[in-house]
């Protein structure tokens, strides 16, 4: 029989159960990211998806508190209305591994996984913005951990140490986030034509820039044609994206000075306000752009300059953000998926087997295989959460 709590108590209760039944758990939210990781083998699943709603939001602070399995659609619509927003820019990853819904997936499952979007490389990743939590431990019990306070720093540790465990550490039940103003204009400089390592050079260019960039991706011309913006996809050409937020009047004058100092790369147009928006959701949330639903599909950071070198490393259908220093690559699902041509083209960076199918996720390490010293670590921290590894066993890697 399965576990679906429907408040903070009965949350406690199953997990401490499980923890003194020794039965494992596969902890599971909305399942919009189930197919996230290494397959999990448990006894139980944990549903939290009632642990939903409870809003409490604090514009003028900047903060909101929330269930964790509150739908992230309900939480942008809500701030937008503030003209708010959640500044890492969580991807949308749903349409990657078959949801209908947009944005269906819950906060806690964004925060879990501590997905960032393309403007992270101007604001940072989803634990970035984790202010603080409640939770149930491996070992049954409750606790708090952060605050609700942006400029109080004192415990935010935990917070960074769960944002990104997958589920492995602790089931959240409640969590806070901080939030901030939205731009109130959105546009785009596009340069056409440009191949990859030209296109490294423009992204750092205006990334280095003083016109706060918030947003640098690369477009070759398959993934170019794919995209549902007409200026991009009738461009039969490779697109190098450059996004501009804010105000009317400070985008307007940042965009022309961008195109000015663009135009030596190639020719160059700007993206207004609704297409900008439409491209960069695109590139966010990736399926748009990688639509072969038999593709495995990579995410790999590095350093931009390295990024041209990954894409060649397979014979790939790609795109990459972050300034060249995310790589999104598209491969057959057969073999070991390019895994040890894709982890061999860099020196330093991380390769995440996003999606494949159970039997190759069980085969190839899903995340990038930590050093010595960092596996002991993490075995460490998940002896301390969770000593008898009841919390999605096996998702992270084989031993934790």
């Known amino acids: 029989m399965d576990f ?12 401490a159960y499980a923890a003194a039944e020794g039965e494992t758990l596969r902890v599971q939210g909305l399942g919009t990211k189930a197919a996230l990781g290494r397959p999990t083998q448990a006894a139980r699943t944990l549903d939290l998806s009632a642990l939903a709603g409870d809003v ?6 900047l903060v909101l508190t929330c269930n964790a399995a509150t739908k992230m659609r309900d939480i942008l619509l809500l701030l937008e209305q503030r003209a708010q927003m959640l500044a890492f820019e969580p991807p949308d990853l749903g349409a990657l591994y078959g949801a209908s819904e947009a944005d269906s997936g819950s906060i806690g499952g964004a925060l879990a996984a501590n997905l960032g979007g393309p403007r992270r490389i101007k604001m940072g990743s989803a634990r970035d913005h984790f202010l603080g939590f409640s939770g149930v431990s491996g070992r049954g019990e409750e606790f708090k951990a952060g605050s609700k306070v942006v400029k109080n720093v004192t415990g935010y540790d935990l917070p ?26 959105t546009r785009s400089v596009l340069v056409f034509g440009l191949d990859p390592m030209k296109a490294v050079a423009a992204m750092v260019d205006a990334l280095n820039s003083p016109w706060e960039v918030s947003g640098a991706a690369y477009l070759p011309k398959r993934a170019a044609a794919r995209s549902s913006v007409d200026h991009v996809a009738q461009a039969s050409a490779s697109v190098t994206a450059i996004r501009v937020e804010g105000t009317a009047v400070s985008v307007a004058a940042r965009c022309e000075a961008l195109c000015r100092s663009l135009g030596a790369f190639g020719p160059v147009e700007e993206l207004h306000t609704m297409r900008s928006l439409k491209l960069w959701r695109e590139i966010r949330d990736v399926a748009a752009l990688l639509p072969d639903r038999n593709a495995a599909i990579w995410r790999v950071s590095v350093a931009p300059t390295q990024g041209p070198a990954v894409a060649a490393a397979s014979d790939a259908d790609w795109f990459c953000d972050w300034g060249g220093g995310l790589v999104w690559l598209a491969v057959p699902a057969a073999g070991d998926a390019h895994a040890a041509a894709i982890r061999a083209s860099f020196a330093e960076g991380h390769a995440t087997l996003m999606r494949a199918p159970d039997a190759l996720r069980l085969a190839v390490p899903v995340f990038e295989p930590p050093s010595a010293g960092v596996a002991a670590l993490n ?13 999605n066993p096996g998702r992270l890697s084989e031993a934790y």
Do not use: H, W
């Not at 460490?380 to 000593?387: E, L, R, S, T, Y």
């Open 56 to 61: 409490e939001y604090e514009p003028e602070e």
């Open 4 to 15: 679906k709590p429907t408040n903070a108590k009965q949350l406690q209760e199953c997990v």
């Open 379 to 391: 075995r460490g921290v998940k002896a301390q959460f969770d000593p008898k590894g009841i919390l």
């Open 160 to 185: 960074k140490i769960v944002a990104g465990s997958m589920g492995t550490l602790a089931v959240l039940d409640r969590v806070t986030v901080k939030v901030m103003p939205a731009g109130a204009k």
